[in-house]
Each structure stands twice: as structure tokens, then as C-alpha cells.
Nanobody, 125 residues
Framework: EVQLVESGGGLVQAGGSLRLSCAAS????????IGWFRQAPGKEREGVSC????????AYADSVKGRFTISRDNAKNTLYLQMNSLKPEDTAVYYC??????????????????WGQGTQVTVSS
């Protein structure tokens, strides 16, 4: 059974940092790209960042470029999102998701077939 479990969310002041983790199991982790997505109340889900199976390819939403860094540890079956210089508009539930493919497209607009339950990130002003 495929499982993706996010952790690391919380409440932080604007300008602060958080590191999200996504622990994966039930599939061959280093065969697939993985992505981070977020959904704020009343808004559509958006792609934040994604990383190829090897970690050699990444993509970011324009809104987070230069502030967020995606990485993965294939030995630990874990995905990370380092979030710096957080802004109130980053407040959302953050989800990790498994892609159907090994590579990533420019805006993480690939097909994702398994999703985690999400972790809440709240940035206060």
C-alpha cells in the first residue's frame, strides 16, 4: 500500500522558516518524481515544487522561487521542503504527492496518483 505522510508544519511568524518532510512507503521511491502542493482556504490547489526521481531535476512555482528548496533522500525514502522567508500568503495545507513518472515538467503539471493527508502551515504577519 502506497503511503505518504507529511510532517513539519506549524505556526511561524513572517520571515521565519519551516522544513516539511514527507515519508514514503509502499513503492520504489527512487523510481518516481515527487511533488509538493498546497491549498489555501477558498483557493485551488497549486503546485509548489517537484523533484525528479534522481533529484537532478527540480521545478518551482514563481511565488516560491528563491525562498523554498526541495530535496529528497532516496536512501531514507523521504522528501523535504525547506521554506525560508515565509510570508502570510504561504499559509495553506501542504501535500506531497507521487508522480506517475520519473521526470518533472516545468510547472509540476504531471499526473500524480497518490497523495498524503497534508500538513498545515500558518504564517502570521
Amino acid at each position: 500500500e502506497v503511503q505518504l505522510v507529511e510532517s513539519g508544519g506549524g505556526l511561524v511568524q513572517a520571515g521565519g522558516s519551516l522544513r516539511l518532510s514527507c515519508a514514503a512507503s509502499g513503492f520504489t521511491f527512487d523510481d518516481y518524481a515527487i511533488g509538493w502542493f498546497r491549498q489555501a482556504p477558498g483557493k485551488e490547489r497549486e503546485g509548489v515544487s517537484c523533484i525528479s526521481s534522481s533529484g537532478g531535476g527540480t521545478a518551482y512555482a514563481d511565488s516560491v522561487k528563491g525562498r523554498f528548496t526541495i530535496s529528497r533522500d532516496n536512501a531514507k525514502n523521504t522528501l523535504y521542503l525547506q521554506m525560508n522567508s515565509l510570508k502570510p500568503e504561504d499559509t495553506a495545507v501542504y501535500y506531497c504527492a507521487k508522480s506517475k513518472y520519473a521526470l518533472v515538467s516545468r510547472r509540476c503539471a504531471d499526473e500524480y496518483d497518490y497523495w498524503g493527508q497534508g500538513t498545515q502551515v500558518t504564517v502570521s504577519s
